[in-house]
């Protein structure tokens, strides 16, 4: 397993993380002995949400039996709630202490503002979340679903107010191009039409949580490129993946794995991991053994050709 340094943050996270948003763990069953197996594998960043249906308690209870300090935790507040985009000090601090009662801890190493509303200002934002840090609700902060701009203009104000700015930015990103919002409000940022702000992230040196790096599933292993897809994955996958570019970039993660002796899964981990960001990757497999193996993409090295070959920006490997 790497190791990445997360700005204001005192421990050091794996670069694969976890995604808690899992069948299991959405409905509330017991998980532990697959959580022990990620975090035995080295993964020691767990993803969650307030909104994860009972992701949070099955977090708690496993959380409850193991050291504190071992452990990064991520969670999420403010989610809209239909029509109320609940973006404000108010919502924060409901969330916050929802969260630290289900997940049996006084502190959250990483949380995230799960939307924006770019109606509330970012000074207020940047203003109640260091609140949250200054009760020592949380350690570190950041968003899921912010264009960068939004991020730099936040940024900008906390840094010439001696506040603490976002740290980690968690949009879609993934060696499969988002074509859809999967479930309203998503932002992505693969392809030539967002190059700018990874440039930007890459420059400002904000961490990078890609959810999504397995395409929903396309790049997990769970079918391949001769399959019927659109029986196999779950329709949000269909809708925010599903085309014949995402399709053929599966057909070339499988010819690679063939080469290498390693899994698709591995390839596309490989990919995103070795990216110029600071990419760390968020993965949700139900199995220990599916575990193990995204473990061990850091086992996979990519030249640039291959790199640029996989993302369909050249024909061949030659």
């Given at each position: 397993?790497q ?13 694969i993380i ?6 299991p763990?959405l409905s ?12 035995e ?6 993803d969650?949400?307030?909104v994860?249906?009972q992701s949070?308690?099955?977090l708690g209870r496993?959380?409850s039996?193991?050291n504190?300090?071992d452990v990064?935790?991520?969670?999420k ?14 919502f924060?601090f409901e969330d916050v202490?929802r969260s630290l009662?289900?997940?049996?801890t006084?502190?959250?190493d ?7 509303n770019?109606a509330?200002p970012?000074?207020e ?10 009760k ?5 902060i950041?968003v899921?679903?912010?264009r960068?701009?939004?991020?730099a203009?936040?940024n900008?104000y906390?840094n010439a107010h ?9 949009p879609?990103y993934?060696l ?7 479930w309203?409000g998503?932002i992505?940022i693969?392809?030539?039409a ?7 992230y ?5 961490s ?6 397995l ?7 769970k079918c391949?490129?001769k399959?019927d ?14 085309c014949?570019?995402?399709v053929?970039?599966?057909a070339r993660?499988e010819?690679?794995a ?8 591995q390839?596309a981990?490989?990919w995103?991991?070795?990216d110029?960001?600071q990419?760390y990757?968020?993965?949700s497999?139900?199995?220990?053994e ?8 850091f086992?996979i090295?990519l ?9 369909l920006?050249?024909?061949?490997l030659a």
């Open positions: 397993m190791y990445g340094d997360i700005k204001y943050l005192n421990k050091k996270a794996s670069r976890f995604g808690c948003a899992v069948g763990m509330g069953r017991d998980f532990d002995s697959v959580l022990s197996v990620v975090l594998n080295g993964i020691n960043t767990f969650t949400g307030r994860y249906g949070e308690e099955v496993w959380l039996k193991q504190r300090e990064i935790v991520e969670t507040c403010c989610h809209p709630d239909g029509d109320v985009k609940r973006i404000g000090g108010k924060a202490s009662d289900a997940l049996k006084d502190y959250i990483i949380y995230l503002l799960h939307r924006d770019e509330v970012v000074e934002i940047i203003g109640f979340m260091n609140e949250l840090i200054d020592k609700y949380v350690k570190t950041g899921s679903n912010w960068a701009d939004r991020v203009k936040a900008a906390a001696g506040l603490q700015p976002f740290s980690v930015s968690s879609q993934g499969a191009k988002q074509i859809g919002d999967p309203g998503c992505g693969s392809g030539e967002m190059q700018g702000e990874r440039e930007w890459e420059k400002e040196g904000v990078i949580f890609a959810f999504s790096s395409a929903g599933g396309l790049l997990s292993g391949s490129s399959d897809i659109p029986t196999l994955l779950p329709p949000y996958a269909l809708k925010a993946f599903y014949a570019e995402n053929e970039r599966l993660a010819r690679l063939k080469e290498k002796n390693a899994t698709v899964a390839i981990l490989a995103l991991l070795s110029a960001m990419t990757a968020v993965m497999p139900d199995t220990a599916r575990v193990r193996d995204n473990a061990a993409a086992e090295s030249s640039d050709e291959e790199r640029a070959w996989l993302n920006e050249r024909e061949s």
